[in-house]
């Protein structure tokens, strides 16, 4: 455990010494703060339903540009070999830099607080489905992490990295979309595959175990592969 805090603060310090990180924070609170300005002062709808709802999409390619470096840029530099030489394991590796990536999304949510609290002082805000909105979105945003560290591993190039992640992402997000085009038998089956599926039931505030384990099995498989891949690169 020593070793993935070890990696995990590394990771953190290396995102906010740069300014990738403070232009992907810049980025998804613009496009968030427009969705839910949009409805709050347009529509006049004092509620985050629409931020929720978007939030999936945004994700989809905001989260892919967080993880896009991790591995890729270390294989590009040759730093990867010199971390190998360590007394560290592939797996304390893997876990680290995952965990950084969820703590920094995590970090990019807290500024969008201030929606629920203006919300709150104006209106009557349901605090439950907010709730469940933040606690879905980490859910998602270390699935899509552990997604986004995958396809890191796979390339030495952040931009290839960054596409393989995005693509992985919205065929996630958008497969419970695409049900017209299946036969009935199978409808269950990739409803229950759609990320954003299971992040909306969260949403509305309903905290079903199938969800939890969705996104969990999500992170346990894409980490499970990324160890795969650099088991095969040592």
């Known amino acids: 455990m020593n070793n993935v805090a070890h990696i995990l603060k590394k990771e953190l310090k290396s995102y906010?010494?740069?300014?990738?990180?403070?232009?992907?924070?810049?980025?998804?609170?613009?496009?968030?703060?427009?969705?839910?300005?949009?409805?709050?002062?347009i529509y006049n709808q004092a509620?985050?339903?629409?931020?929720?709802?978007?939030l999936p999409v945004l994700f989809s390619f905001i989260v892919p540009?967080?993880?896009?470096?991790?591995?890729?840029?270390?294989?590009?530099?040759?730093?990867f070999e010199l971390l190998m030489t360590m007394p560290v394991s592939s797996l304390d590796i893997i876990i680290g830099k995952f965990l950084a990536a969820t703590v920094f999304v995590a970090i990019m949510l807290l500024p969008t607080l201030a929606y629920a609290v203006t919300i709150s002082f104006i209106g009557d805000l349901d605090w439950g489905p907010v709730i469940g909105g933040y606690l879905g979105a980490v859910l998602m945003g270390g699935a899509f992490s552990s997604v986004g560290l995958f396809a890191s591993s796979l390339t030495r190039n952040?931009?290839?990295?960054?596409?393989?992640?995005?693509?992985?992402?919205?065929?996630?997000t958008l497969i419970d979309k695409m049900l017209f085009f299946?036969?009935?038998?199978?409808?269950?089956?990739?409803?229950?595959?759609?990320?954003?599926?299971?992040?909306?039931?969260i949403a509305r505030g309903i905290l079903d175990s199938?969800?939890?384990i969705y996104f969990l099995s999500v992170v346990f498989v894409m980490?499970?592969?990324t160890n795969l891949?650099?088991?095969e690169k040592i």
């Open 65 to 79: 540009a967080v993880t896009m470096r991790l591995f890729s840029e270390e294989f590009n530099t040759g730093s």
């Open 223 to 225: 980490l499970y592969c």
């Open 158 to 172: 952040q931009i290839i990295s960054l596409i393989i992640g995005m693509a992985i992402c919205f065929v996630l």
């Open 210 to 212: 199938r969800d939890i």
């Open 16 to 41: 906010f010494v740069s300014p990738i990180a403070y232009i992907v924070i810049s980025i998804f609170l613009i496009l968030a703060g427009w969705f839910f300005f949009t409805t709050f002062f």
């Open 47 to 54: 509620e985050l339903r629409i931020f929720f709802a978007l």
């Open 182 to 201: 299946l036969p009935v038998p199978v409808l269950n089956v990739f409803q229950y595959l759609g990320a954003d599926y299971h992040f909306q039931n």
């Open 229 to 231: 891949v650099i088991k």
